[in-house]
């Protein structure tokens, strides 16, 4: 039984939605799923794992339809769902009651917490959230029905606030493959048994490295599973370490050195580091044209940092020092005129 494990797809989610690429990265988590149904066709996969968190917020009856079309693609591949905190179901909502044209079946934890499959001779069990918050244990309390047959469990959560999970007892449980969603960083938790699928794309800078899916094989001869870096972009954070001697051409220059190395396809967070002349201005929007930067970060120190003269051995260094404090080029400004006078 060949499967796909995905999880926190975040549908709809709007990414850098202030940056001038933000609707490209909203369409490319659409893309990227789309992307997983070609690879579950050409693979061949019996059954597509989703644990938890497929839509940014509970959808509206257009977005379903345009999943379920979606799903619809896949040629041999049964769907199996949870849902998470973001798209947690509710009385009222479209997701618990809609009725899928695609081969798609929802373990909502209610009137359905698991699903057999006679043709592959497996169970799969899951519990939706009903709430966006569950803080009890509750997968602690899961086991396998039965002894026979392939047995995989769908999880969500991993937080004080979403679902505690003891990892050593899920290890012990009896299910031969736990698909875990909610932490957004890929990590295969125990070898072959248990991973965090992770985002399938990556959503904001702090989610960093691959982003992709778990592919996985049981049957009576292998038990197996591994990361598939699948996302279209990374982010990435780069430092870039300046001086005071350096000119804003030079700067700008190291800089775009270090993204072109990179590639323009990833996101970069930038973070300067070292010391930098107060009277330089930096202007980095024509190169955000050509790369997709996120944010650039200074951390930068003048030779004048107030830190390092409130501790000088000179009372008027120190004096000036505290009344400009709030002021660094004023600071700085004052300090060159200081040290000038007193070289002549």
Known sequence: MKFIHIADV??????????????IRENEIKETFQKVIEYANQHQT????IAGDFFDKQPTKQELREVDYILSGLLNTKTVLIAGNHDH???QDEFSHYQWNSEVYMLDGRDKDHIYFKDLDTTIYG???WTNQIMEPVYDKMAPQSESGFSILLAHGGDESHIPINKDLLKWSGFDYIALGHIHKPEIIFEDLMAYAGSLEPLDHTETGNH???EGEISEE????????FAKRKYIQVEVTITEEMSAFEIKDRVETEL?????????EVIITGSIDPEIELDFENMKEDYLI????????????????SEENDFMIQKVAEILKDEPQALSFAMEALSYARER
Do not use: C
């Not at 292998?222 to 870096?229: A, L």
């Not at 072109?260 to 970069?268: L, M």
């Open 10 to 23: 975040h549908w709809g989610a709007k990414p850098e939605k202030n940056r001038s690429f933000g609707m």
């Open 46 to 49: 019996d059954v597509l794992l």
């Open 89 to 91: 179901l509710s009385q």
């Open 127 to 129: 519990i939706s959230y």
């Open 212 to 214: 992709g899916f778990i």
């Open 222 to 229: 292998k038990q197996q599973i591994e990361f598939v870096p």
């Open 260 to 268: 072109s190395y990179r590639g323009r396809e990833n996101i970069y």
């Open 294 to 309: 996120s944010d650039i970060i200074y951390e930068t120190k003048s030779r004048w940092d107030y830190d390092q003269l």
